[in-house]
């Protein structure tokens, strides 16, 4: 059969894998995952209690105004119901900006090595991707490219942090890129990690009302897999102009994301103890990795986010991911970046020094 064409220039996302089935694989009883940035601690407590008081309401479709949640969020950034958009993760209002704005005939532009749906989109529409040459985010870089073709670009993502390799952006800096580029090209400002970068230097922090207030093409993405660890229940949302939300809505299915994660969300919102506790063990763990990166030699870079990155030198990350698998811990292998790293999810300090263990081990072999 054949399909779009386009279809042959795309590869499959690759996920981090599920604890169950590395546990059945390798036989292992006790897995832990380091993998895909979710919360160590779990679910929010208060959304737990909200899971529970729901489930019974399963078999009821979501309000599909979502106005709880809205509201929320509206408060929460002091800005207006009608300025945000809720997806079944970040991930889908990626998916409406760039369905919303590319096709065959123009193009995106990103960094070196950023969050992979970005181009798995836009790929989708057919459109060109245009990568600046250094791997973290360079604005000159940005400029440089967006100015040579400006009538190409309409969609210009920023990663702030940037995932996998953990890096943030000023504030103040990216401002000011926005102010040189185009009103026609929308500004996608995904900030999954942002919670997590403002907790460390609020020089990175972002904040929605004044991006909206400022710019008519800014799309600022939160979610609720990270920090709120929900990854399960998918959901996310976007912050913009209400023409873009309006755009964006004519691509929404009805009943995007269920009734039992609109709730939890509002809950894990009110959990501040949790997200307390969350920020402050990234911080003071994370350490722990930088330190035993120093001792064997592994370069780093600053992180801002939930996770850290090892590159290697003369050890190979595969290798190295293959071993650590095997006494069940996963972690994110880079390869399918191009590079020869390992993006590790800072977990509790139980996980972790169960992590640092094992390394130390299959390094030292
Ligand atoms: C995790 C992540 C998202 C969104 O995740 P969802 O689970 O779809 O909300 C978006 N961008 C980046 C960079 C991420 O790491």
Known sequence: MNFNEF???????????DIEVIAKEYGISEVIKLASNENPFGVPPKAIESLKQNASKAYLYPDDSMIELKSKL??????KNENIIIGAGSDQIIEFAVHSKLNPQNAFLQTGVTFAMYEIYAKQRGAKCYKTSSITHDLKEFKTLYDKHKEEIKIIFLCLPNNPLGE????????????????DCLLVLDAAYNEFASFKD?????????LIKEFENVLFLGTFSKLYGLGGLRIGYGIANTQIINAF????????VSNLALKAAVAALDDEEFVKKTLKNNFSQMQLYYEFAKKHGIKTLQSYTNFITYFFDEKNSIDLSEKLLKKGIIIRNLKSYGL??????????????????????ILKK
């Open 7 to 17: 279809l042959n220039h795309l590869s499959n996302y690759e996920p981090g894998k």
């Open 74 to 79: 509206a408060q929460k950034y002091k800005i």
């Open 340 to 361: 020869n790293a390992m993006r590790i999810t800072i977990g509790t300090p139980y996980e972790n020094e169960k992590f640092l263990t094992e390394m130390e081990k």
């Open 202 to 210: 609020e020089k990175k922090h972002l904040e929605p009302y004044d």
């Open 168 to 183: 943030c952006l000023d504030a103040d800096e990216v401002l000011e890129f926005i102010r040189d580029v185009d009103k």
């Open 249 to 256: 809505y004519k691509l929404r299915a009805p009943f995007n």
